[in-house]
C-alpha cells in the first residue's frame, strides 16, 4: 500500500519567514495530494490539494508543488503569521478509488 | 450548526469496557471514515464506508468494529476496551461526486482507558 513520508516534524519560523514542509510518497498511481491544517483542539481542515496533471498550485500566501518523477510534493507558506501555527498533514491518494494516506504531521509554529 | 457531528467530546473508560463512539454528518455524502490520531503516529484509518451497505478495515481495524446504521450516521466501537486505545479519534466524509475528495473532519473525541 501507499506510504507517505512528511518532514520535517517541527518547524519553528519567525513571524514573516518562509516555511516549507516536504513529503514523499511510494505508490507511483497516487494521483491525488492534499494538505490539511488542524488548529488546536479541532479536526484537519483542507487547505489546498494538487492533482498529478499538475505541478505547482497557490492560493494567496500558501502554494504546493509537486514533482511526480521524484515522488515528492511540498507545501509553502510565504509571509507566515501567528495563526499559521498548527498542525500540518500532506496525503495521497489515487482520487476516487481509495482512501487517503497521511503523513505523520508537522507541527507549525510561528513566532512573532 | 456543525456539518459533522461527534458524540462524546471526551470519554473516560476502563479496561475491558465497551464503549460506542457516535457520529452525525448533515453534508449529504455517501463516503464516511473513521481515524485515530496518536502523537507523533498523524492520522491512521481505522475503518471507512462508502456507503450504507458497504463497510471495509482500514490500517489499524483490530480491537474495533463500525456500524453504518444510515447515510449520516457511522458509529465506531470498541468491544473491550484496552489502555493503548486512548486517542484522539475523528470522523470524517468526503464526497467523491463533489470537489475531489475533500475530507470534512468532526471535531473529534479525545479517548482515556484507564
Known amino acids: 500500500g501507499e506510504n507517505v513520508e512528511q518532514h520535517p516534524s517541527t518547524l519553528s519560523v519567525q513571524e514573516g519567514d518562509s516555511a516549507v514542509i516536504k513529503c514523499t510518497y511510494s505508490?507511483?498511481?497516487?494521483?491525488?495530494f492534499p494538505w490539511y491544517k488542524q488548529e488546536l483542539g479541532k479536526g484537519p481542515q483542507l487547505i489546498i490539494d494538487?492533482?498529478?496533471?499538475?505541478g505547482e498550485k497557490k492560493d494567496q500566501r500558501i502554494a504546493v508543488t509537486l514533482n511526480k518523477t521524484a515522488k515528492h510534493f511540498s507545501l509553502h507558506i510565504t509571509e507566515t503569521q501567528p495563526e499559521d501555527s498548527a498542525v500540518y498533514f500532506c496525503?495521497?491518494?489515487?482520487?476516487?478509488?481509495?482512501?487517503?494516506?497521511f503523513g505523520k504531521g508537522t507541527m507549525l509554529l510561528v513566532s512573532p | 450548526d456543525a456539518d459533522v457531528t461527534q458524540t462524546p467530546r471526551n470519554r473516560i473508560t476502563k479496561t475491558g469496557k465497551r464503549i460506542m463512539l457516535e457520529c452525525s454528518q448533515t453534508?449529504?455524502?455517501?463516503?464516511m471514515y473513521w481515524y485515530r490520531q496518536d502523537p507523533g503516529l498523524g492520522l491512521r484509518l481505522i475503518y471507512y464506508?462508502?456507503?450504507?451497505?458497504?463497510?471495509n478495515k482500514g490500517e489499524i481495524s483490530d480491537g474495533y468494529s463500525v456500524s453504518r446504521q444510515a447515510q449520516a450516521k457511522f458509529s465506531l466501537s470498541l468491544e473491550s476496551a484496552i489502555p493503548n486505545q486512548t486517542a484522539l479519534y475523528f470522523c470524517?466524509?468526503?464526497?467523491?461526486?463533489?470537489?475531489?475528495?475533500?475530507?470534512?473532519f468532526g471535531p473529534g473525541t479525545r479517548l482515556l482507558v484507564l
Open positions: 470524517a466524509t468526503s464526497d467523491p461526486g463533489g470537489a475531489g475528495e475533500t475530507q470534512y
Open positions: 496525503a495521497a491518494s489515487t482520487q476516487g478509488y481509495s482512501t487517503l494516506t
Open positions: 494538487i492533482r498529478s496533471n499538475v
Open positions: 464506508s462508502f456507503d450504507v451497505k458497504d463497510i
Open positions: 505508490d507511483s498511481a497516487s494521483n491525488y
Open positions: 453534508k449529504g455524502h455517501d463516503r
